[in-house]
């Protein structure tokens, strides 16, 4: 294992009900500024339980987060703060929503172009509003991380920032909120949290931590089993729970403490949803494959772990590593989920932007940093 250091101060408040502790939580005599997306809360009751909870304090709203956030309706959210002089915000919703108001707590103060944030990953964030979280929808993590992915529509970007003090003060984890989610979110937070899982277990092996394996392959064999389940039971409070908080733990830094780290399906899929809109789990679900088959060499060994742990495979370890790819794409599809990109676009030709846009940005891709632009257009070739 590598020395590492690792600093998680978010609060879970977790368990089917616990919604109506979110007055417990919120501070007092703080301006507060209520952040949520599209609208799903006031159909499935979570606004409700929300404005009674903010019964006797000072907020306003802001409403129409979409998913994917940009940054041109968030820079809205940016000035409401500053002309409310707000002193926390309160996010409910998805990753989108949170990541938005992580955003807009990060850009409030911050002196230049708020844009720069992102372009610079958030290295020179001197000050975040705090902000709490109800999570809607188990998927990102963002409940539980210091990390935030906004879009700018004017130059179809999608870039990451992360910064120590934009982890959530609280978050309230409640399983029944997830009753009312269409099985296409069920599938894409299913997959979203399993990548997140993959992206920090699949990788070379040299460094490994059975203490850190130990973990992801639990979390693994949840999403497995609990996934397609959860299509058909989407009220199941049991299986949500799992659901819900194996999705927080695969990103909350835990198991990618003191091992080596990929992402660059991440990398690679966020480019993909800036040209074609694809929903960010669907993205993953298209480039793993190809990561793996072009990175097959380096992360052999750790796919024939996967393959034997997870999905109970036999064989040498040539061909558990093979069929561990294979039974993953089926996994996808078993969800509903197309893993293609032209199952989703007919200009696929866009892609060979994206190797282009990488070397721009002299970005080397993967735990062992070895993923050039030659590579990343590669795998594309592999996923068309
Ligand atoms: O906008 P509303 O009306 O709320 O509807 C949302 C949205 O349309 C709906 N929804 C959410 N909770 C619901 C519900 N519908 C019914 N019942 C509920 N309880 O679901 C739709 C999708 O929501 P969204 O927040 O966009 O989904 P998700 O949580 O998958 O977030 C995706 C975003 O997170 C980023 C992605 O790139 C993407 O922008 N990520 C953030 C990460 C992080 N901060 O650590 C890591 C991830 O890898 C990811 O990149
Ligand atoms: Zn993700």
Redesign the pocket.
């Given at each position: 294992m590598n020395s590492f250091s690792f600093y998680n101060p978010t609060q879970i408040v977790f368990g089917a009900g616990s919604l109506s502790k979110l007055s417990l939580h919120i501070p007092k005599n703080q301006p507060i500024l209520l952040m949520?997306?599209?609208?799903?809360?006031k159909?499935?009751g979570?606004y409700q339980q929300v404005i009674n909870a903010l019964n006797g304090h000072q907020y306003i709203e802001f409403s129409g987060?979409?998913?994917?956030?940009t940054y041109e309706n968030l820079m809205q959210a940016v000035e409401l703060c500053r002309q409310n002089r707000i002193g926390f915000i309160l996010a409910v919703?998805?990753?989108?929503?949170?990541?938005g108001a992580?955003f807009v707590a990060a850009a409030v103060h911050y002196t230049n172009d708020p844009w720069e944030i992102l372009e610079t990953q958030g290295r020179h964030i001197k000050t975040v509003i705090p902000f709490g979280v109800v999570l809607?929808?188990p998927?990102?993590?963002?409940e539980m991380?210091s990390?935030?992915?906004i879009?700018r529509k004017s130059s179809q970007e999608?870039r990451?920032f992360s910064h120590r003090q934009a982890f959530p003060q609280f978050s309230i984890l409640d399983p029944n909120?997830?009753a009312?989610?269409?099985t296409k979110?069920i599938a894409?937070?299913i997959v979203?949290a399993y990548v997140?899982v993959l992206e920090q277990y699949v990788v070379s092996s040299n460094e490994t931590s059975p203490i850190q394996d130990g973990f992801a392959e639990t979390l693994l064999k949840t999403l497995y089993r609990v996934g397609p389940l959860l299509m058909k039971n989407p009220e199941q409070t049991d299986l949500s729970e799992e659901w819900m908080w194996a999705s927080t733990l695969a990103?909350n830094g835990l198991i990618g403490s003191g091992v080596p780290q990929d992402w660059s399906t991440?990398m690679i899929g966020?480019e993909l949803?800036a040209l074609f809109d694809i929903?960010?789990?669907r993205t993953l679900a298209i480039i793993l494959p190809g990561v793996w088959q072009v990175m097959f060499e380096q992360k052999q060994k750790k796919l024939a772990q996967y393959g034997r742990t997870v999905l109970h495979l036999e064989g040498t370890e040539q061909e558990v590593a093979e069929q561990a790819i294979e039974l993953t794409e089926q996994f996808f599809h078993s969800m509903g989920i197309l893993t293609r990109i032209d199952d989703y676009s007919e200009k696929c030709y866009l892609v060979w932007d994206i190797p282009k846009r990488f070397k721009e940005r002299n970005w080397m891709l993967g735990e062992l940093q070895n993923i050039d632009h030659l590579k990343v257009e590669e795998i594309l070739k592999l996923r068309l």
């Open positions: 949520y997306g599209g609208g799903s809360i159909q499935n979570i987060v979409e998913p994917n956030p919703g998805g990753g989108s929503v949170i990541d992580k809607t929808l998927a990102t993590g963002s991380n990390g935030s992915v879009s999608k990451f909120v997830t009312s989610l269409p979110q894409n937070g979203d997140h990103l991440h966020h949803t929903n960010h789990a």
